[in-house]
């Protein structure tokens, strides 16, 4: 008799892998970005990082993190997970909007530090205001950017985070590895900010991940991002436009 074939548990490590490198990719922007420029670009013709509009712009923040959470839905519903298992949870949730709270003066002392550090050592990259604020002209374009705020950067952005650095952490290389490589792509996905606002988002994306990994809930980083970008957003409106 021949003897029984063993498993090959390496094989099976190695597809493991693959499917979390995969399932990083798909929910990583890169599809849903290419989904929702299409509408976009064939109702006005061209592409929309031409179209200098808020409306315009909040639409594709929209619809873009309404498709990545989409296939992140649908993928968490094949492997029977839940989005209490990413940090999506009530429990002490008070405690965990309290540090996320706490880590919003440290955001804005950060990019105070790199936007002082570009003025004297890179002033070619340096700039005023973040170019995507510049859009803010009216009301209505205020509250496009705090809907696209809340919804894509504090929700969206921190569940999609969760979800690639728990992929790291179980398959590829671990969640120190999934926080850098991860921080540096949400950075890169700033691109249009310049190379001042890369840097800003990949630390902001390091700081968000630390404290999502700190403190195994979503709370808190989601809490600190839409804050943040709240802040950030009714400042311009209130301080700086009326200076313009």
């Known amino acids: ?12 490590v ?10 990083v990719l798909l929910v990583s922007g890169l599809v849903s970005s290419f989904i929702a420029a299409l509408p976009i670009t064939a109702l006005h013709g061209r592409s929309f990082l ?10 594709f923040i929209l619809l873009e993190a309404s498709i990545t959470l989409l296939l992140m839905l649908i ?7 839940r989005l209490r298992d990413f940090g999506l949870r009530s429990d ?22 790199i936007a002082g550090a570009f003025r004297l050592f890179l002033p070619k990259y340096f700039l005023e205001r973040n170019p995507l604020i510049d859009l803010l002209k009216t009301p209505r ?3 496009f950017f705090l809907c696209s705020a809340l ?24 969640v120190r590895v999934g926080l ?11 691109y249009v900010q310049g190379l001042q606002g890369i840097v800003v988002a990949s630390l902001y994306g390091m700081l968000f991940g630390v404290v999502y990994i700190v403190r195994g809930s979503l709370v808190a980083p989601i809490v600190a991002h839409a804050a943040y970008d709240i802040l950030a957003l009714v400042g311009y409106w209130l301080v700086f436009l009326p200076m313009k």
């Open 1 to 12: 008799m021949e003897p029984e074939r063993l498993p090959n548990r390496h094989a099976g």
């Open 14 to 23: 190695w597809i493991d892998r693959l499917q979390a490198f995969l399932e």
């Open 50 to 59: 031409h179209i200098a509009n808020a409306s315009t712009i909040s639409a």
């Open 75 to 81: 993928v968490l519903r094949l492997h029977g997970e």
């Open 92 to 113: 002490r949730w008070i405690s965990h909007a309290a540090a996320g709270l706490a880590l919003v003066p440290i955001l804005f002392l950060t990019n105070a530090l």
């Open 141 to 143: 374009d205020l509250l």
């Open 151 to 174: 919804y894509a950067g504090g929700f969206k952005e921190e569940l999609q985070r969760a979800f690639i650095l728990t992929r790291f952490r179980e398959h590829l290389g671990g």
């Open 180 to 190: 850098v490589i991860w921080s540096l792509a949400f950075g890169a996905g700033h």
